[in-house]
């Protein structure tokens, strides 16, 4: 089976760099995704780390150490607008999430 | 496109009761997923379909949930029996096979049984 840890509640101040923590056990793996919710929303796609290493998309970026079981999502330059749930998801033949990490910005 | 679509978006049961949902995805898109998502918490996987296999059903999903896609298009949920602990937000996203790990979701169902 499938376990993510993830930190419940982050908050951070606008304009400033925050980095969301993933670590994942798993019996398969293909890669790491990231996903977006806002309060009564759906989740939305961010990134995906196949390999090791750093993804960049705009302001978010995220990471991947295989070895370590260990991922990031880091988001720049942080906006009102990026208040929300991040959920890292463990891709193997199904998709697993993690429980997610609410984001709060402040002014 | 107009995205992933799901009908109703709310519904009011009371227990006992069977309710069914349903699921249109992106059209070009052969997977689909069925999510369960309460508060505070992860989307948590029930099901999902390529095409129209159910190729892999959640072990803690009871024998009261049935999913199908009968023509590998939309899809139904159907829970028998409803309890108040079926109470949840579901959740349907549709992906291409080879790109799994992009899912694109519906707005959900949200489910209250009384």
């Known amino acids: 089976g499938q376990s993510l840890e993830q930190p419940s509640e982050v908050t951070a101040v606008e304009g400033a760099i925050v980095q969301i923590n993933c670590t994942y056990q798993t019996s398969g793996f293909y890669g790491l995704s990231w996903y977006q919710q806002h309060d009564g929303g759906a989740p939305t796609f961010l990134s995906y780390?196949?390999?090791?290493g750093l993804e960049e998309t705009g302001r978010f970026s995220s990471f991947l150490s295989r070895s370590d079981s260990y991922g990031y999502l880091l988001l720049q330059e942080l906006q009102m607008k990026d208040s929300a749930s991040y959920f890292c998801a463990v891709c193997y033949q199904k998709v697993t999430f993690g429980t997610g990490t609410k984001l709060q910005v402040i002014p | 496109d107009t995205g992933v679509s799901q009908d109703p978006r709310h519904k009011i049961t009371k227990r006992g009761q069977n309710v069914t949902f349903r699921c249109d995805p992106i059209?070009?898109?052969?997977?689909l997923y069925w999510y369960r998502q309460t508060l505070g918490q992860g989307p948590e996987f029930l099901t999902y379909f390529q095409n129209e296999a159910q190729l892999e059903k959640s072990r803690l999903l009871s024998d009261r949930f049935s999913a199908e896609r009968p023509k590998g298009s939309f899809s139904t949920l159907e829970i028998q029996r409803t309890e108040q602990g079926d109470s949840a937000m579901y959740l349907c996203?549709?992906?291409?096979?080879?790109?799994?790990?992009?899912?694109?979701f519906g707005p959900g169902t949200r489910l209250t049984v009384t």
């Open positions: 996203a549709s992906s291409l096979a080879q790109d799994a790990y992009e899912q694109y």
């Open positions: 780390n196949a390999l090791d």
């Open positions: 059209s070009e898109h052969n997977r």
